[in-house]
């Protein structure tokens, strides 16, 4: 990579770093994860609203590294309007990119933005930056099928336990 580009990158992580977007509350989100990378201190609350198997809104909250508020930022900006299909692509080419030494055009291109963050392949302490927020996604979304399958098996609230079973009601003496 030459040196201006390697600028324009850095500039883009530096803007995206101290201005995230998306960086706020979604109020009405169906999905919220919240994401830690002990390595460097990240911490993140992601929310994303899906409906109909897309996103259409995502944002979020945090503390960390310009890399991984660049990232956050970047992510929540590109998954917008994509379905989970598409989003899982994404993630793959993403994946790709940071850890790739050299990863294959195509991947650039169905990235755009995103490709700016491929610096850190470099840095490998930095790589877990970069993927924080995708990791968070990944377990938000899982997480609410599970919830999904699980209420789905006790939609009625039954929560008394039935009780020692053993002993039967002693009849009433006459
Ligand atoms: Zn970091």
């Not at 883009?12 to 989100?29: A, M």
Request: aromatic fraction near 6%.
């Amino acid at each position: 990579m030459n040196q201006d580009l390697r600028e324009l990158y850095q500039e883009v992580i530096i803007d995206h770093g101290r201005h995230p977007r998306n960086f706020k509350k979604l109020e009405d989100h169906s999905h919220s994860q919240e994401g830690y990378n002990p390595l460097c201190g990240d911490r993140l609350m992601l929310y994303l609203k899906v409906e109909k198997n897309r996103v259409i809104d995502a944002a979020f909250e945090g503390v960390g590294c310009a890399i991984s508020m660049a990232s956050a930022s970047l992510m929540t900006s590109q998954i917008k309007g994509k379905t989970l299909e598409e989003i899982q692509q994404l993630f793959q080419a993403f994946h790709c990119l940071v850890t790739t030494p050299e990863p294959p055009a195509s991947i650039q291109d169905c990235l755009g933005k995103l490709t700016v963050l491929g610096g850190v392949r470099d840095f490998p302490t930095r790589i877990k930056c970069a993927t924080l927020a995708w990791h968070t996604m990944n377990a938000g979304l899982d997480s609410k099928i599970h919830e999904q399958a699980v209420s789905t098996e006790s939609s009625t609230d039954l929560s008394e336990e039935s009780s020692t079973g053993e002993g039967k009601e002693q009849p009433v003496e006459r």
